[in-house]
């Protein structure tokens, strides 16, 4: 099985510029995609950041 990588320019990437939520039907893949990419931006939702005062 291929994976697919977000880039600047996936169709995750790019559905996520909208504020609406969206249910994946397929491919398979596309599922997929979309949930490394939700634990990706989770991971960084958490990661302490250099202007706030808090280490990273």
């Known amino acids: 099985m291929s994976k697919i990588a ?6 995750q990437t790019d559905i996520g510029r909208f ?3 969206i249910d994946v ?6 599922a ?3 949930a490394d990419l939700a ?3 989770a991971k960084a939702a ?3 950041g ?6 990273r």
């Open 19 to 21: 504020d609406a939520d």
């Open 6 to 11: 977000p880039t600047l320019s996936s169709p």
């Open 39 to 41: 634990a990706r931006y």
């Open 32 to 34: 997929t995609a979309f």
């Open 46 to 48: 958490r990661t302490k």
């Open 25 to 30: 039907i397929g491919p398979p893949e596309l």
């Open 50 to 55: 250099p202007h706030d005062g808090r280490k």
